[in-house]
């Protein structure tokens, strides 16, 4: 009769932080850990602090053992949990749609410290997993928001996100490159009231960058979301800006999140589009990544 060794706690947790400690910081690995305890061990963190004497059982060890397998094959741990926290909601996320980032959030931020009194309508365009228009529509509870998407799993998986929150965001498929789709779509939406609020969080990486980019990012999220062709980096930032000039509101601002290498070309784009005062902003990590133009 063979006996099974349990590991117990530091050994366990040893195991976890070598066979990762390549891939990521140690700060990282010990937020990974705490998160798998939690969600898939439902030990929750208060618990997780007197946790020294415990053993793992063998259905334990392997839950994390395959956790760590599938972390060392790239893939990103908001899909292996499912989910993703963005701007206070739970978000359901996975290959359909680009993981939310840190730099939109605050972008969300900034929207919502800029707006006064009640935005009636809002305008998220390329929604991915409709992060953008799920957050503004739990804080602009009175707002009507529209999300547009021109990938199918995308609108599906923000339908889903939505449906889940109970945020009425009424998600659609436009191909906003394209006049045919995105002009009859704004002047539907703007015929009782114009848009007090567009924001876009597009593709925006040249293509030569790709070489660049981590094996997380280009095995696990949909190219659609991150690249744009090198001759035309500012494609959606022309398209966007140009189509919603006519209906945005006289208040109404538009905004984007840049590739902080385009920030200033994409603000000159928008000058240049007729818009009167465009405005900058850093991320936290103190690169300029986002704008606000008003007519
Ligand atoms: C950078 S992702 C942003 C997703 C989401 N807004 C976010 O911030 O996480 C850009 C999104 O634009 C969508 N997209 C790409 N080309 C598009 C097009 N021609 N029309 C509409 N959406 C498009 C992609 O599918 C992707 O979901």
Redesign the pocket.
């Known amino acids: 009769m063979t006996t099974e060794r349990f590991l117990d706690f530091k050994e366990q947790k040893d195991l976890f932080k070598v066979a990762l400690e390549e891939q990521f910081t140690l700060n990282e690995i010990q937020q990974i850990w705490r998160q798998i305890l939690a969600h898939f061990l439902s030990i929750p963190p208060i618990e997780q602090i007197s946790m020294g004497s415990h053993q793992f059982s063998g259905a334990e060890s392997k839950i994390i053992n395959n956790i760590i397998e599938r972390l060392k094959n790239n893939e990103p741990f908001q899909h292996i949990l499912g989910e993703v926290e963005f701007y206070g909601l739970e978000l359901k996320s996975d290959a359909r749609?680009?993981i939310?980032?840190p730099e939109?959030e605050e972008l969300v931020d900034w929207i919502v410290q800029k707006t006064d009194g009640d935005p009636r309508n809002i305008l998220?365009v390329?929604?991915?997993?409709g992060?953008?228009a799920l957050a503004l529509s739990q804080v602009f509870q009175k707002a009507q928001v529209y999300g547009?998407?021109?990938?199918h799993d995308?609108i599906a998986l923000a339908e889903e996100n939505a449906l889940a929150l109970k945020l009425p965001v009424a998600f659609k498929k436009?191909?906003?490159?394209n006049k045919e789709q995105i002009n009859p779509f704004l002047e539907g939406v703007s015929n009782t009231s114009l848009l007090d609020i567009v924001v876009s969080?597009?593709?925006?990486i040249p293509l030569k960058e790709k070489v660049l980019m981590d094996a997380v990012v280009l095995n696990h999220e949909?190219e659609?979301?991150?690249f744009v062709p090198d001759h035309d980096p500012l494609i959606f930032y022309k398209e966007i800006a140009r189509a919603v000039f006519p209906y945005l509101s006289t208040k109404g601002a538009l905004y984007f999140?840049c590739h902080y290498l385009h920030l200033e070309n994409t603000r000159n784009l928008l000058l240049d589009l007729g818009y009167k005062t465009v405005e900058k902003r850093k991320d936290l990590q103190g690169k300029w990544r986002m704008l606000k133009a008003q007519k």
Not at 148 to 151: A, G, I, V
């Open positions: 749609g680009l939310p980032r939109t998220d390329c929604s991915g997993s992060c953008i547009l998407e021109y990938s995308a436009v191909d906003v490159l969080n597009p593709p925006y949909p659609i979301a991150l999140e």
